[in-house]
């Protein structure tokens, strides 16, 4: 699976939009981009994935360059409870079943203030 | 939905001592994770199954630690003897795992060991 890199925190206020960037300069044709996120003392939860569109859900955006190699998360209007740990993955989507494990980095660990 | 279930979800107990973690994935998810947090190694895959059979326990630190999913609807996380070094928050996730199609993890709340 592709490597990744984030910023290792960022700051935002409350109702801007929050705009977390991921680096996979190694991502290759057939990895998909996933986003999770972990609010203190709690599990991870899913946001959104992509492969090479943008895509959008009741969460968030997910903007992915033409070439792939960056993506960057879109949080339209942060508000205190969007203050976590997000994580970028990447990683192929195994279509035989029983092999979608995912390998979590460090995150970017975003703080919402008012 | 309950969502994933896990007990105990706080468990305190000395070295040497034999510790039992247990998880009951969302019914009807066929593939079931287990994950170790700490501070310093972050979050980590132990093992994984998929229907009731183990996938990829590579990350299964060493012997001390053993997982088993008896059926759909339980998997246990046993560590023994238990040291020091083990206190972490271990999570359980599931999925429904197709070969067609994407679908997410849902993560428990997790079960904070500390052993002393």
């Known amino acids: 699976d592709a490597k990744t890199t984030q910023p290792t925190s960022m700051d935002c206020a409350e109702g801007r939009a929050a705009n977390l960037p991921c680096n996979h300069s190694?991502?290759?044709?057939?990895?998909?981009v996933y986003w999770y996120r972990q609010i203190h003392s709690q599990g991870p939860q899913y946001i959104i994935h992509?492969?090479?569109n943008n895509e959008t859900n009741e969460m968030a955006s997910l903007i992915i360059t033409e070439d792939r190699k960056s993506s960057t998360l879109i949080l339209p209007h942060a508000t205190l409870r969007d203050t976590a740990v997000y994580y970028c993955?990447?990683?192929?989507?195994?279509?035989?079943?029983?092999?979608?494990?995912?390998?979590f980095g460090t995150g970017t660990q975003l703080k919402v203030e008012l | 939905d309950a969502g994933v279930i896990q007990s105990p979800r706080h468990e305190v107990t000395e070295m040497g001592q034999e510790v039992t973690l247990r998880c009951k994935p969302i019914?009807?998810?066929?593939?079931l994770f287990w994950y170790r947090q700490t501070m310093m190694r972050g979050l980590e895959l132990l093992i994984y199954?998929?229907?009731?059979?183990?996938?990829?326990d590579s990350g299964m630190p060493e012997d001390r630690f053993s997982a088993k999913m008896p059926n759909a609807s339980f998997s246990t996380l046993k560590i023994q003897p238990s040291e020091p070094r083990d206190s972490a928050v271990y999570f359980c996730?599931?999925?429904?795992?197709?070969?067609?199609?994407?679908?997410?993890?849902?993560f428990g709340p997790g079960t904070r060991l500390t052993v002393l």
């Open positions: 019914s009807g998810h066929n593939s």
């Open positions: 993955i990447v990683r192929v989507h195994i279509l035989t079943g029983g092999g979608n494990k995912l390998t």
């Open positions: 190694t991502i290759s044709g057939n990895e998909y």
């Open positions: 996730a599931s999925s429904l795992d197709l070969a067609t199609s994407f679908h997410e993890q849902f």
């Open positions: 199954f998929n229907n009731n059979v183990p996938i990829d």
């Open positions: 992509g492969l090479k």
